[in-house]
Each structure stands twice: as C-alpha cells, then as structure tokens.
Nanobody, 113 residues
Framework: QVQLVESGGGLVQAGGSLRLSCAAS????????MGWYRQAPGKQQRELVA????????NYADSVKDRFTISRDGAKNTVYLQMNSLKPEDTAVYYC??????WGQGTQVTVSS
C-alpha cells in the first residue's frame, strides 16, 4: 500500500486552469500505474480522467484530451494533473490512485459558468 495526498482543488471560472498534485509516500517509480479519476455530483461511479504508466505512457478520457495533462516529478514522488480550459462539467471530486488499489482522499474541483 502507498499513501497518497492530493491538493490543488478549488473554485475556478469556466475557461480557467487548476493544477492538482498527488504526493506519494514512496517512489512513484515503484508503482506501475498512477492516475486520476473523478466523481461528479450525483453520480455513483468514478470515471477515468488520466493515467500514466511507469514507463511514461499516458492515457486520457476523450472528454479531457487536449485540455488536461498528466505529468510527474520523480524527485518529489508527485504526480500532477494540469487542467486547462475548464468547463462546468469538469466539476467533481478528483481522486489520485496508485495501481488502482491505493486512493487519496480526494480534492474538490468546482467550475462555475
């Protein structure tokens, strides 16, 4: 198990940007896949936003391609999610995961129209 702590959420107007951070308790290069999911208000399911494999391969949901970018800093054991051109439909609690088994506490992102 790895502990994950997210930060960087908040309230932003449509068209704005936010950067989420996910700090891991051990080297992120010991983790096969890290990424972000989100759970929108009123929805029971979390949906994939973006993932990054240990080798650097990334994957994005169609709804965020060309707007969101996942990246990492190995020296800080941190994965980031840069979110640009935010839309009201991006409003959700965003969760970081490690190998789909360890999850952070979530960080709220609210985009106003």
């Amino acid at each position: 198990q790895v502990q994950l702590v997210e930060s960087g959420g908040g309230l932003v107007q449509a068209g704005g940007s936010l950067r989420l951070s996910c700090a891991a308790s051990r080297s992120i290069f010991t983790i096969n896949v890290m990424g972000w999911y989100r759970q929108a208000p009123g929805k029971q399911q979390r949906e994939l936003v973006a993932t990054m494999a240990r080798g650097g391969v990334t994957n994005y949901a169609d709804s965020v391609k060309d707007r969101f970018t996942i990246s990492r800093d190995g020296a800080k054991n941190t994965v980031y999610l840069q979110m640009n051109s935010l839309k009201p439909e991006d409003t959700a609690v965003y969760y970081c995961h490690a190998d789909y088994s360890s999850w952070g506490q979530g960080t709220q992102v609210t985009v106003s129209s």
